[in-house]
């Protein structure tokens, strides 16, 4: 009886944690490439000198990042290991990059608000992400992700942007 | 003459090899330097090339890093078309992290196969250069960047390079070839400069001593195969060294210019003409029609010189003696002919100079004598083979020995008994009849202390004197001590001086006459009448004696001139107060003539010929001039040998 009903739990947990990672992530391969991204933009973006150790990724609002966290946590950026952690509201500030996912869309404006000034590196793929004030938007098209860079946000946080990256990017927001 | 033709083709063929050989070498030199510049330059065109290459594979790349990571093959071909602007990029490629054609970019038309090979990156045409450079992003490759370069450009700045490179190897060959042609030329020069030196004199343009011996060979050699006679004529300029040392050295290579000159104008074509050195000339006559042209020709060219120059304004003189050898009739070769000729120059110098004199086989024997006679003579003073002869002055009327003429003879162990008139000239020359003279004043004193000592007749001795003799400053010393070292009293000393000797210079020799006489020496004229005596002057010599030359005594008393001057100079002595002696006297006519007119001694074969000291000693007791022995006058002419 004991058994079963562990078992029982066990199938639940995982359905449930299917259902969550469903409703929560999109597909792995998506998500990696999304993870790919994030390192690929971090690499052309320059942050004001710090003396830390590690690079720091955020995702907000728990496990958003899937399985591209992981792949992201094993690799370093310009000789700093990445750390991947979820992000609450408050302590936004020790974050190098915050990725924001499309379903907390609503929450950019606000989050990009408060963040002005403490150096981060917001990237979001909620449609409209950059005018919403995350300095870059990304959304996937095919095979490919193609992306949107608020230059002006991008200044208030104190971080160059590469004008390789720039050239990539469907549009250029400079408009304070 | 072919002979002398050939050398000439020879030397043509020799000339124009080493010039182009040194422009064959200035080629090949350039023509390696040139294809080592090429190949340097090449390889630097192709270095310099793959650098720009690389340079712009990195840019590339480097632009392209943020496409190859985000995939956008887009901005990639934009990135990779601005190679266009590259001349020297034929087409590129960006391949992705897997290998796969990213972007691509090729110039002008699609050259399908090219393409297609560029994608698989292999390696192309020569004309092409491949360079790949990867594209990484934080450590990561990304992709690779393919450029494929074209040589076409390289190529075409090495024509270029090739093309500058033949045109300066052009003009260096050509400069070379200047270069070259004039140094070739100076060398030249100084070649036939040298030529000409070797074989002429530069001041004259003759031919030199050195061509002189070639040519007098070959005319030698002609003369003996195809007959006929070489002479040559040997020339020396008398007096040349008094013009050179009274006008300069430049006057006196003027002089020779137009003593050879003159040498052209006289002499035939055929004739070689000769400057052997310093005064000397050499003439080398071939095609003679006899040898007494030779002689002819000698003469002539002796006459053409001895008229006279103007060197710088000035009127000069000089003569030359010619001596004339005859190949082949006094000599068989180069070197004989040459040493005859020069016997006969030498031959004419002493008959007086300004001659031509051809050679006799006689000239040959004294010429050697002669040069032997002073050498010979320094030993015949040591060795004692000099020999005092006598010949004795008597006093025709009383009959008796007064005095004896001492008179040098020399016999040589050798050579036999060489005659006075050789060898006193030779002493004259050489300086030797210092002491010889000397030698002749000592011994005849001697020889007159001991006759006195053997208790014969107080007779005087005469010597006779030179005129080096006078002119020495230690004569008179010299006379002093002969007479103190064998104790003759002066008076018993005579002096014989010739006339033409004392008139020479007369103030110097009446002073040292003067100083002989204190000594007590007597002293006589000899020869007398027969030089150019001013009467004025024979007043101031204080002589005691007059020798009536035998020219006048010879032909007495036939000769009605001889006896008016024999008499006439007894009248000039006595009036003069000087005594008188005969020389030459051979008859009894001519004594008892003299004798009669008033000469107080006489010398002559008639009494004695000149006689060693034991047989004049023998002959002086013997009495022979005893008047018993003498045969009467009138009977006759008697000639005492």
Redesign the interface.
Same mark, same amino acid.
């Given at each position: 009886m004991r058994k079963n009903f562990r078992l029982m739990q066990w199938l639940a947990g995982v359905l449930m944690t299917g259902v969550t990672v469903a409703s929560h992530a999109e597909s792995a391969g998506e998500a990696e490439l999304k993870a790919a991204?994030l390192f #690929?933009f971090a690499?052309?973006v320059e942050w004001p000198a710090r003396d830390l150790r590690t690079f720091t990724v955020c995702q907000y609002g728990g496990d958003t990042l899937g399985s591209g966290a992981a792949a992201l946590a094993r690799q370093s950026?310009?000789g700093k290991p990445i750390i991947v952690r979820s992000a609450p509201e408050r302590g936004l500030g020790g974050c190098d990059l915050l990725y924001i996912p499309a379903s907390d869309r609503a929450r950019i404006r606000d989050l990009t608000q408060g963040l002005r000034g403490s150096n981060v590196l917001t990237v979001s793929d909620a449609p409209g992400a950059a005018r919403s004030g995350a300095v870059i938007g990304l959304a996937v098209e095919g095979r490919?992700?193609v992306?949107e860079i608020n230059v002006a946000e991008a200044k208030r946080n104190n971080l160059v942007i590469?004008a390789?990256?720039l #050239?990539?990017a469907q549009s250029v927001m400079d408009t304070p | 003459m072919s002979r002398e033709s050939q050398p000439v083709s020879l030397k043509i063929r020799t000339t124009v090899r080493p010039e182009s050989l040194s422009l064959i070498s200035v080629g090949v030199a350039l023509l390696i330097a040139g294809a080592l510049l090429t190949s340097f330059q090449f390889y630097s065109l192709r270095d310099s090339l793959r650098h720009d290459l690389e340079v712009q594979a990195r840019m590339i790349g480097d632009?392209a890093?943020?496409?190859l =990571?985000?995939?956008?093959k887009r =901005?990639a071909t934009e990135i990779l078309s601005s190679l266009r602007a590259s001349d020297t990029v034929s087409s590129a490629v960006i391949f992705d992290r897997s290998g796969e054609v990213f972007a691509e970019f090729v110039r002008g038309t699609d050259e399908g196969g090219a393409t297609m090979m560029l994608r698989r990156g292999l390696s192309i045409a020569p004309e092409q250069m491949l360079i790949r450079q990867e594209v990484k992003?934080?450590g990561v490759t990304v992709g690779t960047v393919q450029i494929a370069g074209s040589l076409d450009q390289t190529y075409s700045r090495l024509a270029v390079f090739i093309g500058a490179t033949l045109i300066t190897c052009l003009l260096s060959m050509l400069l070379a070839k200047l270069l070259i042609s004039g140094m070739h030329k100076a060398v030249k020069q100084a070649e036939e400069r040298l030529d000409y030196l070797a074989h002429f004199d530069p001041v004259t343009n003759l031919y030199n001593r050195h061509a002189f011996n070639e040519r007098l060979d070959f005319a030698i050699e002609r003369a003996r195969r195809f007959g006929g006679h070489v002479a040559l004529l040997l020339l020396d300029l008398d007096n040349f060294k008094t013009v050179n040392d009274t006008l300069g050295h430049q006057a006196g290579d003027t002089l020779l210019m137009n003593v050879a000159q003159r040498l052209l104008q006289k002499l035939r074509n055929s004739d070689t003409i000769c400057r052997l050195g310093g005064d000397e000339f050499a003439v080398i006559l071939e095609n003679l029609p006899d040898t007494h042209q030779a002689a002819v020709l000698g003469q002539g060219v002796v006459e053409a010189i001895a008229a006279p120059f103007e060197i710088s304004g000035q009127k000069t003189h000089v003569t030359a003696s010619c001596g004339v050898g005859i190949y082949p009739e006094h000599s068989e070769t180069a070197k004989d002919l040459i040493r005859n000729a020069d016997t006969a120059m030498y031959h004419a110098k002493e008959a007086g100079k300004n001659i031509a004199s051809v050679f006799r086989s006689e000239m040959y024997e004294k010429a050697d004598r002669r040069i032997n006679i002073e050498g010979v003579l320094r030993v015949a003073l040591e060795q004692n083979e000099l020999e005092l002869y006598f010949q004795p002055k008597v006093d025709f009327l009383n009959k008796r020995l007064t005095g004896a003429e001492a008179l040098l003879r020399w016999r040589h162990p050798l050579h036999g008994y060489i005659s006075p008139s050789e060898f006193i000239p030779v002493a004259e020359d050489s300086g030797l009849i210092i002491p010889v003279g000397a030698w002749v004043l000592r011994t005849a004193c001697m020889q007159a202390a001991v006759w006195t000592r053997e208790g014969r007749d107080p007779i005087g001795i005469s010597v006779n004197i030179s005129a080096s003799q006078l002119k020495d400053p230690k004569f008179v010393d010299l006379v002093a001590d002969a007479l103190a070292h064998t104790g003759l009293p002066p008076q018993r000393l005579e002096l014989e001086l010739t006339e033409s000797m004392l008139m020479e210079d007369v103030e110097s020799n009446l002073a040292v006459l003067k100083r002989l006489r204190s000594l007590g020496v007597q002293l006589s004229i000899d020869d007398f009448g027969t030089g150019y005596s001013s009467m004025s002057y024979l007043k101031r010599f204080p002589i005691n004696t007059l020798k009536i030359d035998r020219t006048f005594v010879s032909d007495l008393p036939g000769d009605r001139e001889n006896v008016a001057i024999t008499e006439a100079i007894i009248a000039l002595a006595r009036a003069l107060d000087l005594h008188t002696v005969a020389e030459g006297v051979e008859t009894v006519d001519q004594a008892q003539m003299l004798a009669a007119a008033g000469c107080d001694y006489l010398q002559g074969f008639l009494f004695s010929p000149p006689l060693p000291v034991a047989d004049f000693t023998k002959w002086w007791e013997s009495g022979a001039f005893d008047s018993s022995a003498l045969p009467r006058t009138g009977a006759g002419r008697t000639r005492v040998a």
């Open positions: 991204y #690929n690499m052309f950026l310009r490919r992700i992306f590469s390789k990256l #050239n990539l | 632009n890093q943020a496409a =990571t985000f995939e956008d =901005t992003l934080g």
